[in-house]
């Protein structure tokens, strides 16, 4: 009798099990394939690259931090780091929000990548001036450049394990090479090369990159090409090239992504992908137009198709590319709030994320984990 209760017990034990095992199966929408959906992007892709995120620190005290826990290996703080944000005056710093993103993913076993040490935007205004209200000399802004890397590279040394040194010094015009920024136009193109050393010498042991957008445009492309080429060729402490993949539904046609990382990869250096998404307005008409060509602003099945089929092609050329590509990051979490909900329209919804506003994993999820495999 006691044996055969325990083999009852065994039985169901067991049916219950295998039970449990299957609930965790996830079947994919067209029923093509079964998928374990224990799994996140993290696991998915842990032979080819680490799957990160742009974090706000409100947003780990979220339901979201679940699903980055879940999903993620290496996060970027969206704005938290910046130049503008975590040094406000010549003297201050305002480590709170950083030091809370490096808590979380700390906690959490998820490694951090650093954005962005210099750039042209979100920069304090004080950097450029000085008391009287003049532009400083290029000597002035150097050190202070310095200063800057030097407190925040060294505040987080060991613990960032990549830094984005210089944001979008190239210019987007066809007729010009660097953009007319106040770092250049105070400096010159030194300031980047500086600001790779200052932040070598801050934390030697840190990935040190370029980063940029407009990456798929030949000739913008060519340019970021060039002055990375030059910048490794000269001694200068680069690490690679950031591509910040701010794309949509219509682009990048399957040429241009193929010839993008065909090019950055022939650096030798490591190529990440920082900043991914995938709007759902046609890349021309994106600039001004409150509503998209079918003057619809909801997540349509064409849309949605579209965003399946872009999403899908990107990451089976980033797999082919898995040896240069190290890491492959989205810029934001879910659909429910994105950056592009304001830019480049302020108040403008978008849907440019793998999970929904309900933070669940939209068909494009599935369609990319199978591209891992
Ligand atoms: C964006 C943030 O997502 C916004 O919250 C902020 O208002 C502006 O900056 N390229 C970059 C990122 O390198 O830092 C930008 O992030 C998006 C474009």
Not at 5 to 24: M, N, Q, T
Not at 236 to 246: F, M, N, R
Not at 260 to 281: C, K, M, P
Request: charged share 25%; glycine share 6%.
């Amino acid at each position: 009798m006691k044996s055969f209760l325990s083999a009852a017990l065994v039985a169901i034990v067991s049916v219950l099990l295998v039970f449990c095992g299957s609930g965790r199966q996830a079947q994919k929408g067209n029923g093509a394939s079964v998928i374990d959906s224990s799994k996140g992007l993290k696991d998915h892709f842990a032979n080819s690259f680490a799957i990160g995120v742009a974090v706000s620190p409100r947003a780990l005290k979220t339901d979201e931090a679940a699903l980055i826990r879940q999903q993620f290996n290496s996060i970027t703080p969206e704005n938290a780091m910046k130049m503008g944000p975590i040094h406000p005056r010549e003297n201050e710093y305002f480590w709170r929000d950083a030091d809370s993103i490096m808590a979380f993913a700390e906690t959490n076993g998820i490694r951090v990548r650093g954005h962005n040490l210099c750039w042209h935007n979100q920069s304090p205004r004080w950097m450029f001036t000085n008391e009287k209200g003049d532009t400083v000399s290029s000597e002035t802004l150097l050190q202070r450049l310095k200063e800057h890397i030097t407190a925040v590279v060294g505040r987080y040394k060991g613990r960032i394990y990549a830094w984005d040194v210089v944001n979008e010094a190239i210019s987007d015009r066809k007729d010009e090479y660097m953009r007319n920024s106040p770092w250049y136009r105070i400096c010159g193109e030194q300031f980047i090369a500086k600001a790779f050393e200052y932040a070598h010498a801050a934390d030697p042991g840190a990935l040190l990159f370029y980063n940029d957008y407009n990456e798929i445009d030949p000739v913008k492309r060519e340019k970021i090409y060039r002055l990375v080429k030059r910048l490794k060729d000269a001694g200068v402490p680069i690490h690679g090239v950031g591509l910040q993949a701010h794309w949509a539904i219509n682009e990048p046609g399957d040429e241009e992504l193929e010839n993008t990382l065909a090019r950055f990869s022939s650096l030798g250096l490591q190529v990440q992908i920082t900043e991914l998404d995938i709007s759902v307005y046609n890349k021309e008409h994106n600039a001004r137009e409150r509503k998209p060509e079918d003057g619809n602003t909801d997540f349509t099945a064409d849309k949605e198709q579209k965003q399946i089929d872009r999403y899908r092609k990107c990451f089976a050329a980033f797999h082919k590319y898995r040896k240069q590509i190290s890491s492959v990051t989205f810029w934001n979490i879910s659909d429910r709030a994105s950056w592009l909900d304001n830019f480049p329209v302020r108040g403008r919804k978008d849907y440019p994320l793998l999970f929904d506003k309900n933070l669940q994993p939209k068909k494009a999820y599935w369609e990319v984990v199978e591209t891992a495999h």
